[in-house]
């Protein structure tokens, strides 16, 4: 598929010292996956991007400023507001505390910015009490505001209709939504090596069935069945219960892709010669399976799972959508666009879409890191 | 030949049988059958429904026989064209799915011939002149296309539509159509709304075809038969039309079995957000109101729809391909 990415990134620099030959000639194959991944500019983007997504999501409680499930009416779908960042010629970020009434007219809420008074905005600053990781206690969040409750206060991505704050909502559902594609795919990929591995390696009979297998599953509509199936799971189950529910429904159809490139990879390298002088030597067949023939495809493995996690967050993100997923108060992306489904209320409020900008960066960053791991592992493929 | 058809056959089959358990699977897996929600429903609009009536409702409805006499008895009801009856609405599931399940599929082919449409000129085009900006353009057009799940691309042109221009660009019909009975007028009407539906729908697709067409193309053109036709003063046109696509073409062609199930799928929840007159909603409803017998129905019905789809697109491949035709099987 990427074949243009691995044309442009592949070919070892013809400029090349003679002495940095001499370091590939001893280089580790990880060393010369590295070299080749670093080369390839998008996929390096696409890493840090996902390593900061993963950050929020490990920290999502210091990203925040206040709990996300805290609601008030009287702060209903207010816009985004704007932070000063200057005051006086310096660098003192502060906000103007907004004021809500009634538009006579409409009966709309409406905000108005109070600007003779001025809030200031701290970074690392204090603000509500929570456990960092856990168990450590702490209360300095990332954006905190000085002399006023954050939550009365500071709205850096507007409020959804209850009045919870989009911005800290967002990062809680980051921490969903992208463990959420983590412990999918690490379900998918126990599934997908091992009847990928067994069809691969084995042959036969056990190897068409697999095959017929998984293309029944993959000429079934994905969307429907799991509408079905996590519709089907009883609603009184807990946040957690659905977590785990959910992830096993994705990964249950989600597995034939890792298993149709383990299989693939197993089957091209039964043939090599290493495998054939391992078996005349006599090593027992679990042997030659991890020690001799999985240390050469795992980075393909990693580059096939690493491709399967978008589908994933998107397969989350759409069930969520459509209230059949995660379901409040569970909070993910999927979640927080079931408020922007009504048309109308996007056209007025349309912040209340900007989780959808956070799926597609995190979309885009895992397809091109995947990309970019699969062209590093195997130039030629 | 006749071996290929077979096999391909008998995969048809299984895949039926596969989705026909899993649908049944569907309908029996939440702990409540329908005589429980419909209990909890009346409760909740203020009347009692006694235990006897409960009982009553369940034998009519044969939901106090063992699971696999159910089964049997579904699967029989099925055979015979007889769907049962779609509870929460009184009416035979025939009749309630009827044509929304004909323009889910209407849909469905309008947006992979749109993918086609699209990504085979674009496919030739970026193979041909790679590395262009164009090229790169396309690129990068195809990446976001993938990125985007099709309900947001939906949410977005819905908000593009009614925050720009005013318009409601959902839905299938004009309201004057829309209960009106089929003539050429509506006919008309529905081919005018098709195109939206199409576009964000196939856009995923294109975008992955794009690149299958470009990476295949690019292999064919490096092999030496094309140096030998434009060596021999063929038009750079024909040479390129004449064999390096047709050899491209291919591997396109047999993606169709998976883009279908693909599109398909993505059509119920793009449905939803443009209110598109499918089974989509359908099924939503069916399963918040827990009538498992609706949509179990509906995604047996989906799923046999694109075997039967798949298996076309199969037949499309063996006319195309002469390997698979002279019953050498190429996969």
């Not at chain 1, 400029?15 to 500019?41: G, M, N, S, Y």
């Not at chain 1, 168990?135 to 009365?152: C, M, N, Q, T, Y």
């Not at chain 2, 098709?194 to 964000?200: F, H, R």
Request: one cysteine or more; hydrophobic letters at 55%; glycine letters at 8%.
């Amino acid at each position: 598929m990427a074949d243009n990415a691995a044309a442009s990134v592949a070919s070892p620099a013809l400029d090349v010292a003679v002495a940095a030959e001499d370091r590939i000639a001893v280089a580790t194959q990880w060393q010369l996956i590295w070299w080749r991944f670093r080369k390839h500019k998008l996929a390096v983007g696409g890493t840090v991007v996902l390593i900061a997504f993963y950050v929020v999501a490990l920290f999502a409680d210091f990203f925040a400023y206040v709990d996300p499930t805290e609601s008030e009416a009287q702060r209903s779908l207010m816009a985004p507001q704007d932070i000063h960042w200057f005051d006086e010629g310096a660098f003192r970020p502060y906000v103007h505390p907004l004021k809500g009434t009634r538009d006579p007219k409409t009966f709309k809420r409406v905000y108005v910015p109070d600007t003779t008074a001025k809030v200031p905005v701290k970074f690392f600053g204090h603000g509500d009490p929570y456990l960092f990781l856990g168990f450590i206690p702490a209360d300095r969040h990332l954006i905190a505001v000085e002399g006023a409750k954050a939550s009365e206060t500071l709205f850096l991505l507007g409020t959804d209709t209850h009045g919870r704050d989009l911005w800290s909502r967002l990062m809680y559902a980051t921490r969903t939504s992208m463990t959420i594609g983590l412990v999918s795919v690490a379900l998918s990929l126990v599934l997908g090596v091992i009847l990928g591995g067994v069809s691969g390696y084995f042959g036969g009979t056990v190897d068409t069935v697999i095959q017929r297998v998984i293309e029944i599953l993959r000429s079934i509509p994905t969307i429907p069945l799991w509408m079905g199936l996590a519709a089907a799971l009883p609603s009184d189950w807990s946040v957690v219960q659905m977590y785990f529910a959910i992830t096993i429904i994705i990964s249950l159809i989600g597995w034939t892709e890792l298993a149709r490139v383990v299989r693939g990879r197993f089957i091209s390298l039964k043939q090599e010669d290493f495998v054939m002088a391992a078996e005349l030597v006599g090593c027992s067949k679990a042997r030659i399976i991890f020690r001799h023939m999985v240390p050469s495809f795992v980075s393909h493995i990693i580059a096939a799972t690493t491709l399967a996690i978008p589908a994933i967050i998107i397969s989350e993100t759409s069930l969520s959508f459509l209230g059949l997923g995660l379901r409040p108060p569970a909070i993910s992306w999927g979640v927080l666009l079931q408020d922007a489904q009504n048309i109308q209320a996007l056209v007025i409020s349309p912040w209340l879409l900007y989780p959808a900008v956070a799926v597609i960066i995190a979309v885009l960053a895992f397809n091109f890191m995947g990309d970019g791991i699969r062209d590093a592992a195997d130039p030629y493929l | 030949m006749v071996a290929y058809i077979v096999r391909r056959l008998v995969l048809a089959v299984m895949t039926v049988w596969a989705i026909s358990v899993l649908s049944f699977l569907i309908i029996h897996l939440p702990p409540g059958d329908y005589v429980t929600s419909y209990i909890a429903s009346m409760s909740a609009s203020g009347s009692a429904v006694s235990a006897d009536e409960a009982q009553a409702l369940r034998e009519q409805l044969g939901l106090d026989k063992p699971i696999h006499v159910q089964y049997a008895k579904w699967m029989g009801l099925i055979l015979q064209g007889n769907f049962g009856m779609a509870m929460e609405w009184g009416r035979p599931v025939a009749d309630v799915i009827g044509d929304r399940l004909m323009l889910t599929m209407v849909i469905s082919v309008a947006a992979i011939v749109f993918t086609w449409g699209l990504a085979l000129p674009i496919g030739i085009y970026s193979a041909v002149k790679p590395y262009s900006i164009a090229d790169y353009a396309f690129t990068l057009i195809g990446f976001i296309g993938l990125a985007i799940p099709g309900f947001l691309l939906a949410l977005v042109v819905m908000y593009i539509g009614f925050a720009y221009f005013g318009a409601n660009v959902g839905g299938l019909f004009s309201p004057d159509f829309a209960e009106a009975p089929w003539s050429p007028a509506k006919l008309w009407d529905l081919t005018k709304h098709l195109p939206i539906p199409a576009i964000v729908l196939g856009v995923a697709g294109t975008a992955q075809l794009i690149r299958i067409m470009r990476s295949n193309l690019l292999d064919e053109l490096r092999k030496p038969y094309v140096m030998t036709a434009r060596a021999r003063g063929l038009s750079e046109y024909r040479t390129i039309m004449r064999y390096p696509v047709r050899v491209a073409l291919n591997p396109f062609i047999s993606t169709i079995g998976y883009l279908l199930p693909y599109v398909v799928s993505g059509s119920i929840i793009v449905s939803l957000v443009l209110s598109l007159p499918t089974v989509g909603p359908l099924l939503l409803k069916a399963l918040i109101a827990q009538d498992m017998f609706l949509a179990g129905t509906i995604i047996l019905l989906l799923g046999v729809m694109t075997v039967i789809g798949t298996f076309l697109s199969d037949l499309l491949l063996m006319w195309v391909d002469p390997r698979i035709r002279l019953g050498r099987d190429g996969r």
